[in-house]
């Protein structure tokens, strides 16, 4: 990648931290449940949306840098699965690890192979259990396999490739409801079909799908000519998700539910949300405005970097340890955030770099 191509990535870099800090502001809003007026928790109640971002800006991102390279032969695919599963597992596992050695907080829980592969996400008996935000982790990782896959479908025609989602989201659905009818699926295996479409790669393809169109695009003339029809896109394309996000809150009976659980809010979440992103990131790509001259500072590029970790330990065993030793009135937030750049730039940087050294040795 030339300085121009990652000069313009850097804003979507910054995004990450912002998408970060949604997730965490999303997860803490019970404290403010009772502060704060009905109409503003509503919107907050919905800022899960971050999640959505994380997932389009992976749809993005892959689409863009491999296209079809990992199909070009056997080893390239397994080089491209090995850099992906570098990229999430290690530090996953690290904290994972730390958690059930620590057996006052993990006890009983012994479900280690289902919590070490990231399958305890498909069972909704589990889905709390263990690093319990890592659930997007085993989402991330069913794109990362199907996507050189997902990316030829998207070249041939876009159709082609809805089509196949829309077979994959049947295939889930089926085999959640099958088991359920064989021997009542106690476990919850892809069941019931509000976790499926929530918490699965069968139930969330689309917010990958549209951050894939946005770099297939990019690619193209035609694709170049149409986006560049979209007059202010960092404007309209935030003010696109703002709005978006109001809808689907209005859609909130009150501040124990989402928006989403109606079918009207999971409509606007997985098919319209996800266009308002692309078109916004589109805008930090091409446009210069003070969003993206912030977005692309070097202290955001920081947080941006860093927001995994942050994703990571910004609740379940992390979060619980660190409050026991000291808890701030920010929830600790900025204390999570310390900790996060130590542990990017400690743990997870020169880790996935020693692993991209190992990988590229492959022959």
Known sequence: MNTLQKNKFDALTGMRAIAAIMVFVYHNRKYWRHDLPFEMMRFISEWHIGVTVFFVLSGF???????????????????????????????????????????????????????????????????????????????????????????????????????????????????????????????????PLKFMIGSTFFGRSLEFFFGMLLAYLMKNEKGILFLNKLKKPTLWGGISILVLNVCIAFFARNNFVHGVERWEGRLIHELFL??????????????????????????????????FVFYLIHLSYFNMKLKSYVYLPDRNFVLLWICSIIIYLLIEKPLYELCRKLISKIN
């Not at 999430?88 to 289902?114: G, H, Q």
């Open 274 to 307: 996800p266009v308002g992103i692309a078109v916004f990131f589109w805008g930090l790509m091409t446009e210069r405005t003070l969003v993206s001259r912030l977005l692309s500072s070097k202290f955001f590029i920081l947080l941006g970097n860093a927001s």
């Open 61 to 191: 991102l892959l689409a863009y840098r491999y296209e079809g390279k990992p199909l070009e032969s056997k080893k390239s695919y397994l080089k491209y699965i090995l850099l992906r599963i570098a990229r999430i597992f290690p530090l996953y596992w690290i904290l994972l690890s730390c958690y059930f050695l620590d057996t006052a907080y993990s006890k009983n829980v012994n479900t280690y192979f289902l919590q070490y592969s990231l399958f305890y996400s498909l069972f909704d008996s589990y889905s709390v259990s263990g690093i319990v935000q890592a659930w997007s982790l085993t989402v991330e990782f069913f794109f990362y396999v199907l996507a050189p896959f997902l990316f030829l479908l998207l070249k041939k025609s876009w159709q082609y490739c809805i089509l196949f989602l829309i077979g994959f989201f049947f295939l889930g659905w089926g085999i959640g409801s099958g088991l359920h009818e064989l021997n009542g699926n106690p476990k919850g295996f892809l069941s």
